[in-house]
Each structure stands twice: as structure tokens, then as C-alpha cells.
């Protein structure tokens, strides 16, 4: 039991470091469409910095860090009513970002459901 919880612990950990790697693909995506945000790096960097301390709760094991993710979903979704439906934002930004939803959901959903395997 203790070690497919530490197990769900570090796949949620991934996934959260995987989201910060489509954080980084997505701002050299708007970088190469849009070279004149410079606001937009400062937000990347504490983007960054959130779900990477995030992440790093997480694979310590710390079983209040499942509230931090849910609130991370929370923000990601509201984030996502206003940025899928900007016209001036690029297509390929848009597809990156719901799949950074996608992954910070099933990071969650990781956290707060218990999968394990039946043992015949």
C-alpha cells in the first residue's frame, strides 16, 4: 500500500515537470510568433517557479500537496477561459496549453484517486 502511494506520488511529480517543459515550448512558440512580449517572460518565470515547487512537494510525498494541485487546476482553468478564447493567441499555443491542463488534471487526479491493481 505505502509504496503504490510513494509510486502515485512520483507519477504526479512527472507529470507536473513534464507541464513545465510545455511552459517552456509554448513561450519559444509565442517568442517566435509575438517577439514583442517582454511581460510574457516574467510570468513564465513564476509559472516556473509555482509548479516546480509544486512538483517538488509533491515527490516528497507530502500528502497536503494534493490541495496545492487541485488549486493549480483551479487557476489553470480559470486561466483557460480567457486565453482559449483570445483571438491574437496562435493555435499551436492553444493546443500546448490544454494539454498542460490535461496534464496538471491527471496529476491530480493521480493524487486524489487510489489506482490499484487487484490481485487475483
Not at 517543459?21 to 509575438?34: A, N
Amino acid at each position: 500500500m505505502e509504496n503504490t502511494l510513494r509510486s502515485n506520488f512520483i507519477k504526479s511529480s512527472n507529470l507536473l515537470f513534464m507541464t513545465l517543459g510545455l511552459i517552456i515550448i509554448s513561450f519559444v512558440i509565442t517568442q517566435m510568433f509575438i517577439p514583442n512580449e517582454s511581460n510574457k517572460l516574467s510570468l513564465v518565470i513564476i509559472n516556473l517557479i509555482l509548479i516546480g515547487s509544486i512538483g517538488l512537494i509533491v515527490r516528497q510525498g507530502r500528502n497536503w500537496a494534493k490541495y496545492l494541485s487541485l488549486t493549480l487546476i483551479i487557476l489553470y482553468l480559470i486561466e483557460a477561459s480567457f486565453f482559449l478564447i483570445n483571438p491574437e493567441v496562435n493555435l499551436i499555443t492553444q493546443i500546448v496549453f490544454v494539454v498542460q491542463i490535461m496534464l496538471v488534471a491527471w496529476a491530480t487526479l493521480i493524487l486524489f484517486v487510489n489506482f490499484q491493481k487487484k490481485k487475483d
